[in-house]
Structures are given as C-alpha cells and as structure tokens.
C-alpha cells in the first residue's frame, strides 16, 4: 500500500471549506486526472479518473462523515483505496485541510509513480488548486451537513 499525506492552510472559514469539499461532484474542477464524479447517494460515490493515461471507474463508500470535521471514505470496488480528509480551523477565517490516503498500486507505472511520490506530488497540487478554487468563491457551491457513522447517515439528508 502506498500512503499519502499531504496539507493545505486556505484563507475561508472552516464551514465554507468544509461545506466545498462535500461537493464531491465538484472535483473535476480542481483535481487532475478525475474526468468526473456522480454522488449514487448519500454515502456512495462514482468515480471516472484519467491518471497518466490509464483510465478507471470505480466506486467509494463514504464511511464516516462528521460535519465541519471529517469525511472519511474507503472504495467499494476498482482500485483499492481509503482515506480520509480533516479540517481544522487555524482562525476565524483561515482552516487547514489535511488529506490522509492509502492506496494500492496495481500497474508498474503506478508501483514506480508511488516510489518516486508522484501520488503526493499530485495531492500536493490538486489541494493547491482546492485552495485556489474557494478562495476565488464568496460562498460555497453547496453543502451536505449530514453525519455518517460506520457508512450509517445519522444526520438531515440532503441538507
């Protein structure tokens, strides 16, 4: 398994980045190589990437969410993977946002890109750009402020 853990300080309050980040249909507008994402439900979600050429579809199950705090998901199926993202307030207007993510290299390209951090490279700018996407914003795009427990939804759906 190859381990990831990268950081990002934006300047927007814990809720608005929190808020951002529960747009997962979003994504592609900051992360490379994810052509697109299609929340199925509260709890699951369907990815299309394009990473280096290799192109995959899979799905993730979002196994813990707590709002303005975590969201933690691992896959369901495709290439495995499991992570979880936090979000802590450094002050009233500024949040650090810190991405913990395993994953398994399946291709030879893949096992190389992992040894040489092509992966938190990747993270590292794809949370740059996060940065530079809601710091542009006035207001979130939306919001989910539900909670999951052991993939459970404990809170409001569709808030």
Do not use: C
Not at 39 to 44: G, H, I, P, V, Y
Not at 120 to 126: G, L
């Amino acid at each position: 398994m190859a381990t990831v853990l990268e950081s990002v300080d934006v300047k927007v309050p814990l809720t608005q980045a929190y808020n951002q980040w529960t747009q997962f249909e979003e994504f592609p507008r900051f992360m490379d190589g994810v052509e697109s994402v299609r929340q199925l439900d509260e709890t699951n979600v369907h990815f299309t990437t394009d990473i280096a050429g290799i192109r995959r579809e899979f799905d993730t199950k979002i196994t813990a969410q707590i709002p303005d705090d975590t969201i933690s998901w691992e896959s369901t199926d495709g290439p495995r993977n499991a992570g979880t993202i936090s979000f802590r307030p450094l002050s009233p207007t500024e949040t650090r946002i810190t991405v913990t993510m395993n994953w398994e290299p399946q291709t030879t390209l893949e096992h190389l890109g992992a040894s040489v951090h092509f992966d938190d490279r990747q993270v590292k700018k794809d949370l740059q750009h996060f940065k530079e996407f809601i710091e542009a914003r006035e207001v979130e795009t939306g919001a989910w402020r539900g909670s999951i427990t052991e993939g459970e939804v404990e809170g409001p759906p569709g808030a």
